[in-house]
Each structure stands twice: as C-alpha cells, then as structure tokens.
C-alpha cells in the first residue's frame, strides 16, 4: 500500500508560480509511474504531467506543457510539481498518483493510488 499526500496548494494571481509536493509514506515510490492529475468544478479528471519510475520520459498534457515540470526525489519519497505562469484556467483541485501503467497518454486507470488534493486557485 502507498498513501499520498499533496501540499503546496493556495490562492496566486495570473502569472505567478506555486510548487506542489507529494509525498509517500507505505511503500517507497522508486518502482512507481508518477502522475499529477487536475479536476476542476464539473469537470472531469484530466491529467497534468507523468514520470516513469525511471524518471525518464516526463510527459505533459498540452495545456501545461512548456510551464510546468515534474521531478521526483526518491530518496524524500516525494514527488514535485513545478507551476509557473499560472493561469485562471489551472484553477482546480490538484491529485497525485502512483501507478505500474504507463499508457500512450496520461490516464486515471494507469494509477492505483491518489491522494486527496490540494486546491490551487488563481485569480486573474
């Protein structure tokens, strides 16, 4: 078993940057696919970026590609999501994953296990 849990969330105005974190407790993460995903207000769960558990091939959905990047620390058990140039429509609550697949794109069914969130608001 692994329990994830998300910090760094919070209220920033367009164009600013925030780092999310997530970190394992359980088992070590050094074998998982890592994965941020994002859901805002009657949306659906879409993914936000990916490392291999090699932590090679980092990928990212169009939309943050070029703002955000992911790194992982296995050594601290944590994940990192680096956000900059933040817009109003990255508004949404923020999940971490771990998972064993790795899909031609990012997908919720690759991952066995979530966090709980954390909400990042920006205001334009």
């Known amino acids: 078993q692994v329990q994830l849990a998300e910090s760094g969330g919070g209220l920033v105005q367009a164009g600013g940057s925030l780092r999310l974190s997530c970190t394992a407790s359980?088992?070590?993460?050094?074998?998982?696919?890592m994965g941020w995903f994002r859901q805002a207000p009657m949306k659906e769960r879409e993914f936000v970026a990916r490392?291999?558990?090699?932590?090679?091939?980092?990928s990212y959905s169009d939309s943050v590609k070029g703002r955000f990047t992911i790194s992982r620390d296995n050594a601290k058990r944590t994940v990192y999501l680096q956000m900059n140039s933040l817009k109003p429509e990255d508004t949404a609550v923020y999940y971490c994953?771990?998972?064993?697949?790795?899909?031609?794109?990012?997908?919720?069914?690759?991952?066995?296990?979530w966090g709980q969130g954390t909400q990042v608001s920006v205001s334009s």
């Open positions: 359980g088992r070590t993460l050094s074998s998982y696919n």
């Open positions: 994953a771990a998972g064993t697949g790795w899909s031609i794109i990012g997908q919720t069914r690759d991952y066995a296990y």
């Open positions: 490392v291999h558990w090699t932590s090679s091939t980092p």
